[in-house]
């Protein structure tokens, strides 16, 4: 069983940074991937960025390349999602979640059905 919390999330200007935070507890697996999706009112869960904790490997949405940096901290258990020149756009309500996989490829990644574990997420909004 693997738990996620996310932290980090708030209302700030266009143009400003934030940085997300997920905690993973519970895990003993090598071949564990954490992605962020966000879903904004009236829209559906979409993919932003991802990294497998093993290898460092990671994925992104292709309008968030450039401005967001996903990283991993695995002596601290924690994945980060720094978001830089934020836009109104990106507001959102923001969600780690964890896929235990046995072959990772971006395709993969970017689909919410292969995450088992959700955490409840964490609201951001960028104001104009």
């Known amino acids: 069983q693997v738990q996620l919390v996310e932290s980090g999330g708030g209302l700030v200007q266009a143009g400003a940074s934030l940085t997300l935070s997920c905690a993973v507890s519970?895990?003993?697996?090598?071949?564990?991937?954490i992605g962020w999706f966000r879903q904004a009112p009236g829209k559906e869960r979409e993919f932003v960025a991802a990294?497998?904790?093993?290898?460092?490997?990671?994925a992104y949405l292709d309008s968030v390349k450039g401005r967001f940096t996903i990283a991993r901290n695995n002596a601290k258990n924690t994945v980060s999602l720094q978001m830089d020149i934020l836009k109104p756009e990106d507001t959102a309500v923001y969600y780690c979640?964890?896929?235990?996989?046995?072959?990772?490829?971006?395709?993969?990644?970017?689909?919410?059905?292969?995450?088992?574990?959700w955490g409840q997420g964490t609201q951001v909004t960028v104001s104009s």
């Open positions: 990294v497998t904790l093993s290898g460092g490997s990671t």
């Open positions: 519970g895990h003993t697996f090598s071949n564990l991937a």
């Open positions: 979640a964890a896929d235990i996989y046995r072959f990772w490829n971006t395709v993969r990644a970017t689909s919410a059905r292969e995450y088992e574990y």
